[in-house]
Nanobody, 116 residues
Framework: EVQLVESGGGMVQPGGSLRLSCAAS????????MSWVRQAPGKGPEWVSA????????YYADSVKGRFTASRDETKNTVYLQMNSLKPEDTAVYYC?????????WGQGTQVTVSS
């Protein structure tokens, strides 16, 4: 069974940093690209970032480019999202996602709130 468990969210002031983690199990982690998606209150899901197998390539939404960095640790079956220079508009529930056999799997999400 595919499981994705996000952690690391919280409340920070504008300009602060957080590092999100997503622990994966139930599939061969090293064989799959991983993504981060967020959903702000009252809005639809927004793709944030993706990282390919091996971590050699990363991709970012324009809204987070230069501030967020995705990485992965194959030994821990974990993907990370380092978020710097956070803005109030980054407030959302953040999910990691994997697409396996044409089905998307999501974790339960972790809340990030950026507020002064």
């Amino acid at each position: 069974e595919v499981q994705l468990v996000e952690s690391g969210g919280g409340m920070v002031q504008p300009g602060g940093s957080l590092r999100l983690s997503c622990a994966a199990s139930g599939f061969t982690f090293s064989s799959y690209d991983m993504s981060w998606v967020r959903q702000a209150p009252g809005k639809g899901p927004e793709w944030v970032s993706a990282i390919n197998t091996g971590g050699g390539s990363t991709y970012y939404a324009d809204s987070v480019k230069g501030r967020f960095t995705a990485s992965r640790d194959e030994t821990k079956n974990t993907v990370y999202l380092q978020m710097n220079s956070l803005k109030p508009e980054d407030t959302a529930v953040y999910y990691c996602r994997v697409v396996r056999l044409n089905r998307a799997y999501w974790g339960q999400g972790t809340q990030v709130t950026v507020s002064s």
